[in-house]
T-cell receptor, first 113, second 115 residues
Framework: NAGVTQTPKFQVLKTGQSMTLQCAQDMNHEYMSWYRQDPGMGLRLIHYSVGAGITDQGEVPNGYNVSRSTTEDFPLRLLSAAPSQTSVYFC???FGQGRTEAFFGQGTRLTVV | AQSVAQPEDQVNVAEGNPLTVKCTYSVSGNPYLFWYVQYPNRGLQFLLKYITGDNLVKGSYGFEAEFNKSQTSFHLKKPSALVSDSALYFC?????????????FGPGTRLSVLP
């Protein structure tokens, strides 16, 4: 049981490049989400999904795109990387909403130069 | 709007002493409250949660937290700190309204347990 798997673990991009951060979970969780972690700011929600085919914006969605074609996968796309997107990105999943805790991946450390 | 405050950026405690990491929250309706821990270069790990019922919640690794509705607080505690407890701790809230979809996290508190 791998839980939540994120790839890659580290990435350096040049300004303007695009890339996709991968996230997969094997727990048959309905709810998946992407956060970015910046010093002193906690985790901020980028996008989330309550099930396959359903996505919605979080607190800081600009510059990011998501899709959810399967229950297992929830990739995050950076359309045109900017230095402000330098951050640590975490994917999380939970069985449902409300009272259920989330399981987190190990994170992707992204640097945009 | 939901929000979480962790008033201390850093908490230092000697090994063997009790520790407290503070959290206050603001949410419409009743809250679901969570504590997570993050070790260096790792994702967040779930410690414990308050859903309803007993205000004292026990969790992993000897941690517990006390829910206080009147003070809108959910402080994390441990009777005897270990050096291995040194990590970054996050408090999070979900509202029971609107199906409680999204977590709101506090900024985190770095706990250092000194030998």
């Amino acid at each position: 049981n791998a839980g939540v798997t994120q790839t890659p673990k580290f990435q350096v991009l040049k300004t303007g490049q695009s890339m996709t951060l991968q996230c997969a979970q094997d727990m048959n969780h309905e709810y998946m989400s992407w956060y970015r972690q910046d010093p002193g700011m906690g985790l901020r929600l980028i996008h989330y999904s309550v099930g396959a085919g359903i996505t919605d914006q979080g607190e800081v969605p600009n510059g990011y795109n998501v899709s959810r074609s399967t229950t297992e996968d929830f990739p995050l796309r950076l359309l045109s990387a900017a230095p402000s997107q330098t951050s640590v990105y975490f994917c999380a999943s939970s069985f449902g909403q409300g009272r259920t805790e989330a399981f987190f991946g190990q994170g992707t450390r992204l640097t945009v130069v | 709007a939901q929000s979480v405050a962790q008033p201390e950026d850093q908490v230092n405690v000697a090994e063997g002493n009790p520790l407290t990491v503070k959290c206050t929250y603001s949410v419409s309706g009743n809250p679901y409250l969570f504590w997570y821990v993050q070790y260096p270069n790792r994702g967040l790990q779930f410690l414990l949660k308050y859903i309803t019922g007993d205000n004292l919640v026990k969790g992993s690794y000897g941690f517990e937290a006390e829910f206080n509705k009147s003070q809108t607080s959910f402080h994390l505690k441990k009777p005897s700190a270990l050096v291995s407890d040194s990590a970054l701790y996050f408090c999070a809230v979900r509202s029971q309204d609107n199906y409680g979809q999204n977590f709101v996290f506090g900024p985190g508190t770095r706990l250092s347990v000194l030998p």
